[in-house]
């Protein structure tokens, strides 16, 4: 039991809730960008080796895309389906083998980001979907090769998609970061669970939520800003004579 | 500059296969604008598709300046595609992209870099009109405006041939007839060779050479817009001039004279009734310019049975106009395109 009541309470709470950011943001902000370097280019080859698209035959064989497309389509399956507290141990041999150890928030990074990308993969596959196949013939048609088409007309124009579809990645990669808490994985979870739950601090516990929150917050309210910046559709209030504005 | 040969298209197999394209052959000259017509679903996409191969035809040719495409590598495709531009029905311009971003993403694509895209990609905004608006995104665009974007991009390559499927198609009239005059200033100016799919038949009044009629995927006519009209019973010719239903006169004669180049000046009628002593009455008539030649048809009943106007027909056939006997009262002939009467009664 914490005394609230002490002389260096708050200083500890101040002490033990920067730490706990900053081991959240590390694990996140990692795990983040493994999850956008493998679960973009993820994404687009799932998309891409379906029937009919970009990269249906791969070096011109068709029956190696779809086996392309069946194996990465029962990973992101197996990812998206496994409980995440389950995936969390079931993965700690493979987190000792690349990390060395499974306890600490470096650790925490391998089965957040093994979890996040499958997850952000879907949301790539329906981002680029929602990309006019119209596009992807007019930038054929100027003599693209299936990299132009991917880095120049898929990515860019369904950019605001993305951004929205990794703000939720992330939101889900705090949610998961705290439960890697409890397994000593560090962060704002583990804030949590010892000193709110094991050590029955209301202030802590309460400390950590409004934390949290204001974390996702401030994302949330960036990835939206950022879509809202890089999508280009008319806008209903504007009619079709009106006088363009430079942006 | 385009030949395709016996080409055709399968969709699908089984019975669930849809002949899109049944054993086409098209010849498009060298700097002309050459018009397929159409109804919807009759295969004018898939054939123009073909030409760039978009659309991989299941079998047959397509030779586009010299190259066979249908023979070439991916990479070889590719860059023969850079001397083919394309316009869309749609535009398809990127949302992300200013009005030069887009004409900049086929020079990026072509491998012009720095400040010579930047120039280029002005230079053909300034070609198509639309200079003053390189730094507005499509949305803030009018459809006139897209598809000068649109022809723009098209044109960032270089290209000698210019395929348009139905760039018009969502436009209104008056916006079609600029962009229309834009093809034409295009195909002068920069020598291009155009190919465009349209189910206007205002759209290959206005600026074809050439023109076929596509129908259930096989070519029904084809060849110049002034042979064609001299093509006795060509179907083109009657939907590019139509007439409107033939009034059932008993006891008279309904003839159709052709003019195309120099007869359409003649002053046909006024020679026929001073010759000939006949009372004759025009029924319709219709006169455009098709690449800058007058022609047209025009409809007139002669008083008396074809038999008893046998010899002025024969003499206005003598003078190189092409007669068409299209009733004779009492038959009730009426021409394939029984559309709107537009032309008629002039
Ligand atoms: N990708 C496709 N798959 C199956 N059928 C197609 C496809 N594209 C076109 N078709 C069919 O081919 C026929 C011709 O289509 P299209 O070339 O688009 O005609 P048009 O452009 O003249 O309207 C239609 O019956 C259409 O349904
Ligand atoms: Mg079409």
Redesign the interface.
């Known amino acids: 039991m914490i005394d609230p009541t002490a002389p260096d309470f708050w200083s500890g709470l101040f002490q033990v809730l920067l730490v706990g950011t900053g081991e959240t943001l590390y694990m996140v902000g990692i795990a983040l960008l493994l999850t956008v370097l493998v679960g973009l280019p993820l994404g687009i080859v799932l998309v891409g080796t379906e029937r009919g698209g970009l990269f249906a035959a791969p070096f011109g064989s068709r029956p190696l895309g779809r086996v392309i497309n069946r194996v990465l389509e029962f990973i992101v399956n197996l990812g998206r389906s496994v409980p995440f507290i389950i995936l969390m141990v079931a993965l700690i041999p493979l987190t000792r083998l690349i990390v060395g150890t499974f306890i600490g928030s470096t650790a925490a990074i391998v089965p957040l980001a093994v979890v996040a990308i499958p997850f952000f993969a879907r949301m790539v596959e329906i981002a680029i979907k929602e990309v006019?196949s119209?596009?992807i013939?007019?930038?054929?048609?100027?003599?693209?090769?299936r990299w132009?088409i991917v880095s120049?007309?898929l990515v860019?124009?369904s950019?605001s998609t993305l951004i929205l579809g990794l703000s939720t990645t992330v939101t889900s990669i705090i949610n998961f970061s705290a439960m890697v808490g409890t397994v000593a994985g560090g962060g704002l979870g583990q804030v949590a669970i010892q000193y709110g739950y094991q050590r029955y601090s209301t202030i802590h516990m309460v400390a950590v939520i409004i934390l949290i929150f204001i974390i996702v917050m401030i994302l949330q309210g960036t990835a939206t800003w950022l879509a809202r910046r890089?999508?280009?559709?008319?806008?209903p209030a504007?009619t079709?004579?009106?006088v363009?504005?430079?942006? | 500059m385009i030949s395709i040969k016996h080409v055709s298209k399968t969709f699908g197999s089984g019975t669930g296969a849809t002949t899109a394209l049944d054993d086409v052959s098209l010849d498009v000259a060298r700097g002309e604008i050459f018009g397929v017509i159409g109804q919807s679903g009759a295969g004018k996409s898939t054939l123009i598709r073909a030409v760039n191969l978009l659309e991989r035809p299941t079998s047959g040719t397509v030779t586009v300046d010299g190259d066979e495409l249908t023979l070439l590598s991916p990479d070889q495709l590719r860059v023969a595609r850079r001397k083919i531009g394309m316009v869309f029905q749609h535009f398809n311009l990127l949302a992300g992209r200013t009005a030069q971003g887009n004409v900049e993403l086929g020079l990026e694509i072509v491998g012009v870099t720095g400040a010579e895209r930047r120039r280029r990609s002005l230079e053909i905004l300034d070609l198509v009109g639309l200079g003053d608006k390189a730094g507005a995104y499509p949305a803030e665009l009018s459809g006139g405006q897209k598809q000068r974007v649109g022809i723009a991009r098209a044109l960032a390559g270089n290209p000698k041939i210019l395929l348009s499927d139905e760039a018009t198609s969502a436009l209104d009239p008056e916006t079609t007839r600029s962009i229309l005059d834009l093809v034409k200033t295009i195909n002068v100016q920069l020598g291009l060779t155009v190919l465009l799919i349209t189910h206007e038949m205002d759209v290959v009044k206005r600026v074809c050479d050439s023109a076929a009629m596509l129908e259930h995927g096989r070519i029904l006519e084809q060849g110049s817009i002034v042979s064609l009209i001299s093509t006795p019973g060509s179907r083109l010719a009657h939907e590019l001039f139509p007439l409107g239903e033939v009034p059932p006169h008993a006891g008279n004669t309904v003839i159709e004279i052709t003019f195309s180049g120099g007869s359409a000046d003649r002053p046909v009628i006024a020679q026929l009734a001073r010759n000939y002593g006949l009372d004759v009455s025009i029924l319709g008539a219709a006169v455009e310019t098709i690449g800058g030649k007058q022609a047209g048809r025009t409809r007139l009943e002669l008083p008396g049975s074809p038999v008893a106007n046998a010899a002025p027909i024969a003499d206005l056939r003598g003078q190189g106009l092409l007669v068409e006997i299209v009733g004779d009262g009492a038959a009730s002939w009426t021409p394939s395109s029984s559309s709107s009467a537009e032309g008629a009664h002039a």
Do not use: M, N, W
Request: no cysteine; net charge positive.
């Open positions: 006019d119209g596009l013939e007019a930038a054929e048609s100027l003599g693209a090769t132009q120049k007309v860019p124009e950019l890089f999508s280009h559709r008319a806008r504007r079709r004579t009106s363009p504005t430079a942006i």
